[in-house]
């Protein structure tokens, strides 16, 4: 695969005070995070819209607080409740795709894109193909349309920041030297809550113990990704496209810990780190600041007390979904869009004990071979494409769903 310099912009531009935000996926945990930065920054910034899918309570609650102008559901029926709870704020309410779309193309330099899931995709890219900085949390935007989010964004000379903390590692420790002597990109995984559970407990393992992670407080979606795994096979598709790393430069090493984000491996043998506490606050911030820096975004490292940091390789017996996931990548096309899509609809099916925990690998690979039989190949070249594609991965996995539960069960 022929591979160009890297797409990630990275020369510093001055930051102009106030600086104005957009945040999609205002409700969720990185939503969260976000917001407690901004309140504690005070009058550095300003916000310009919000969105959430149906939280209209929460939305209406931290459009007043923020002072937004523009605040909106996914969901329509959500949309009289917004309504109601802003009547009177001056700030304006809408509901529906387009306004989400509305959201993220309204004049904001810097727009945080933390809706889950490939939900996020056309409001992320409308904002990236206004030139928008793009603080980028939402991994599956890129693993559905990676190319054509990473071509459009560079098109309209938008900068795309990691706010994933493993991406956000490797980019500021890429800063260290220079791309031709990049070696290999390390991410590190926890590992999860079944690092250490054999293949039988896992069969029987619930949405309730999956959702217990270790480490780090996240969204259900991410949380049970990062149990299986998958979360850092879609990570490596989120590399490749970030910093333009063909596959074969990419690793995963776990991590217990997560103090150790992701390392960056120099031709002359050098490995550069970024460590940081388990808190997303810190990438956020990173992001947020971007090219400065903020005061305390989070606790900070204590290595003497931590005293030990352990790294082991993935067991790919018990945790198949990383090999399916670099199989995708390897493969390209329409494989990690696909692969994607089944994702989701198998995390969906776990969450409501549809399907146990070893289905949710189980289905994500069946889906990618019906796929694959069904002549689904190439990598989407437009928004529709991408759509589309997930639209039909999704099918296929709900068709497989009954199939694949029996056998996992
Ligand atoms: P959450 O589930 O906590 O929040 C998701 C947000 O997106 C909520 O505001 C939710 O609204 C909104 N949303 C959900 N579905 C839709 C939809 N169909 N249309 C429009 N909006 C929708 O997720 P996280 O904050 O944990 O994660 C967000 C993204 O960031 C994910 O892609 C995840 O992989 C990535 N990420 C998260 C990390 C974390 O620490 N949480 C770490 C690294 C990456 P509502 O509240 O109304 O449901």
């Not at 793009?134 to 989010?149: D, P, R, S, T, Y």
């Not at 991410?187 to 270790?214: D, I, K, N, V, Y």
Request: hydrophobic share 50%.
């Amino acid at each position: 695969m022929a591979l160009g310099s890297p797409k990630v912009r990275s020369e510093p531009q001055p930051v102009s005070a106030p600086r104005s935000l957009t945040l999609l996926g205002a409700t969720g945990s990185v939503g969260g995070s976000t917001i407690d930065l901004i309140k504690r920054g005070g009058s550095r910034y300003r916000v310009e819209a919000v969105t959430a899918n149906n939280n209209a309570a929460a939305l209406a609650r931290l459009s007043r607080e923020l002072n937004v102008r523009f605040a909106a559901v996914a969901n329509p029926s959500a949309y009289a409740e917004l309504k109601d709870a802003l009547s009177g704020s001056g700030i304006v309410a809408a509901a529906g795709e387009d306004a989400l779309i509305e959201a993220a193309e309204r004049p904001a330099e810097w727009v945080m894109a933390a809706i889950s899931g490939s939900a996020g995709l056309k409001s992320t890219l409308a904002a990236a193909k206004r030139g928008a900085t793009i603080a980028l949390a939402n991994k599956e935007c890129l693993v559905c349309a990676g190319g054509l989010f990473m071509r459009s964004a560079a098109a309209a000379g938008a900068n795309v920041l990691p706010v994933d903390s493993e991406h956000n590692a490797l980019f500021q420790a890429l800063t260290a030297g220079r791309r031709e002597d990049v070696q290999r990109a390390i991410l590190t995984a926890s590992g999860g809550p079944f690092r250490t559970w054999s293949m039988e407990a896992m069969r029987a393992a619930t949405p309730e113990q999956a959702l217990r992670h270790p480490n780090w407080s996240m969204g259900a979606k991410v949380t049970i990704d990062s149990a299986t795994l998958m979360n850092k096979g879609l990570e490596l598709i989120e590399a490749h496209h970030l910093f333009a790393l063909e596959p074969s430069k990419l690793d995963v090493l776990v991590h217990p810990q997560s103090i150790v984000h992701g390392l960056i491996e120099f031709r002359d043998g050098s490995v550069v780190a970024q460590l940081g506490a388990p808190d997303m606050r810190i990438p956020i911030a990173y992001c947020l600041a971007w090219p400065d820096r903020i005061d305390g975004a989070a606790a900070r490292l204590d290595l003497a007390r931590i005293a030990n940091l352990s790294f082991e390789a993935p067991d790919p017996v018990r945790f198949p979904a990383l090999a399916i996931a670099r199989s995708v990548l390897e493969g390209g096309g329409a494989g990690p869009t696909v692969l994607n899509g089944a994702n989701e609809i198998a995390v969906e099916a776990f969450v409501t004990h549809r399907l146990g925990f070893t289905g949710i690998a189980a289905l994500v690979a069946a889906t990618i071979d019906a796929a694959e039989r069904g002549g689904l190949r190439n990598e989407p070249q437009n928004v529709e494409e991408a759509l589309a594609v997930d639209h039909m991965a999704r099918t296929l996995a709900l068709e497989l769903l009954p199939e694949i539960a029996a056998k996992a069960s």
